[in-house]
């Protein structure tokens, strides 16, 4: 007989993500640039007095940053708009606390500017990070005055720029200039985002992207895209956030492990589509400091939290802070080119394309596993009302060198698995590999290479139903 479906559990199926969520949740891997007068000062957060022209780029280059990134396999970069000194890296009509006031291009210049274009010209995406704390502004912490000037400065980047694909606003608020704190008007900020740039995603401090809670590189085991309404709170995301320049966040805290499971939705009777993404520096700081240059993550390191991150179910923004001279350390360029190679090697070919899936049931005849190998995201095995139990059986017709499979849900339609198995025939016998909770968006399983031609993916927990919209095999 089958299983009665609980209205809670209904409820969390029926959460599905926006278009411009379903854009973000394809860009997977994305670079952070935290560039500003805190590169010139060598510190962190700046305090807002510091002179217009400490900003003096000898060999500002862009194109270097977005090409970089385009060949360590990122796909978009978010670039430091404005920190908390408030020093703007762009011509702005507000504040004279910007690139006007230097005398890089005789003041003329804009970062901002040529940031956009670079990446424009090597095929990526541009986002911007606009701190709203920001400690030179004297209107700050005066409420409606304050309001009004952050939104004149988010109007001119969300309008001269071109296509922004985020806006990230991060979670720390502290003092202006004469002590006092902001009431942020965040909903007319959000308002005015969504005017003008209506596929932009609303990080951390918005309502769109899940920031996951600490500054390491670390995210759950289960990352669920559908969690309590309250993850969205400014005022929790701001508590959690940094408070003290002395204490990044590094773990998240351990109450907050589980987002998603039936235990934690049970008794919330309102749910949102909030992914996770993963923020974290390729070297100590976030803004570049020659004392760092011997600081650098790895390899090992960075492919360790690419796994961890883009392979369960998260994406990866990861922090590369220019220098003074308006490059990227060539100690930078050398480990993010090992990088873009080693994903190539990793994801060299898709082993499992042009391969058979059967599967032991489907919803119709436009449902079946062989739609999971498609490749148009679009397409997808469906498993009908009855989840628990189904199987899809991929066959690559030969027996190939494996280590890693690739699997994907139809988000479109919901976060749906909650538990899965994944297996391997060996010697005729079927061997497990991995048994996990969610698949999400994207779920890549790793293992020890194994010569195989078979695998098998169970369904052991669905909330409605089940779906597969990739299965790939390296
Ligand atoms: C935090 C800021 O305080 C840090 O300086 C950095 O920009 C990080 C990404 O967000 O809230």
New binding site residues.
């Given amino acids: 007989m089958k299983k009665k479906i609980p209205e809670y559990v209904k409820y969390a199926a029926s959460i599905v993500p926006s278009e411009r969520q379903l854009k973000w949740h394809e860009m997977e891997f994305y670079a ?1 640039m ?1 560039y500003g007068m805190n590169t010139y000062t060598n510190s ?2 700046g305090s807002g007095n510091e002179d217009p022209e400490l900003f003096a780029p000898e060999k500002l280059d862009c194109r270097q940053w977005a090409k970089l990134c385009k060949l360590s396999g990122m796909r978009g970069i978010i670039l ?1 708009a404005k ?2 000194d408030g020093f703007c890296l762009w011509q702005t009509k507000y504040t004279d606390h910007s690139v006007a006031s230097s005398k890089w291009k005789d003041g003329k210049g804009d970062v901002v500017a040529e940031c956009a274009a670079a990446c424009r010209e090597f095929g990526i995406k541009f986002g911007i ?1 606009v ?1 709203p704390w920001d400690r030179h502004e004297a209107t700050y912490g005066s409420g409606e005055a304050y309001n009004e000037f952050f939104r004149n400065q988010l109007r001119e980047l969300l309008t001269n720029y071109g296509e922004l694909f985020c806006v990230w606003f ?3 608020c502290g003092e202006g200039k004469n002590g006092r704190k902001q009431e942020y008007d965040w909903e007319s900020y959000y308002a005015l985002i969504r005017e003008l740039q209506p596929d932009a995603v609303i990080n951390v401090c918005g309502p769109d992207v899940r920031w996951c809670g600490n ?1 390491s590189g670390v995210c759950r085991k289960s990352e669920w895209n559908v969690v309590p309404y309250y993850h969205s709170n400014h005022e929790l995301i701001a508590s959690a ?2 408070k003290d320049i002395s204490k990044p966040p590094k773990t998240v805290n351990p109450t907050a492990l589980d987002l998603g499971s039936r235990k934690v939705i049970r008794n919330c009777n309102k749910l949102i589509w909030y992914p996770s993404e993963v ?1 974290v520096s390729i070297r100590k700081g ?1 803004f570049y400091h020659p004392d760092d240059d011997y600081n650098i993550k790895p390899l090992t390191k960075i492919m360790q939290i690419y796994y961890n991150s883009v392979g369960a179910n998260a994406s990866l923004l990861l ?1 590369i802070p220019p220098m003074p001279e308006g490059r990227i350390n060539e100690k930078d360029v050398e480990t993010l080119l090992s990088v873009g190679a080693q994903l190539e090697i990793d994801f060299n070919e898709n082993l499992a394309e042009g391969s058979i899936i059967t599967d032991n049931r489907h919803l119709d005849e436009k449902h079946t596993g062989q739609m999971a190998l498609s490749g148009n995201p679009e397409e997808y095995w469906h498993s009908g009302d009855e989840p628990e139990g189904a199987e899809l059986i991929l066959d690559l017709g030969d027996e190939y060198d494996i280590d890693k499979i690739v699997l994907g849900e139809h988000i479109r339609t919901g976060q749906q698995i909650e538990k899965f198995s994944l297996y391997a025939k060996i010697d005729g016998k079927w061997k497990k590999l991995a048994a996990e909770t969610i698949i999400g968006y994207k779920r890549i399983c790793r293992f020890d290479e194994i010569r195989v031609r078979y695998f098998k993916l169970v369904i052991n927990k669905a909330r409605c139903f089940a779906t597969i919209s990739k299965f790939e095999a390296y």
């Fill in positions: 952070f935290h962190e957060w430091t920190h908390h990070y701190s991060d979670g720390a500054e956030s940094q923020d976030w922090n």
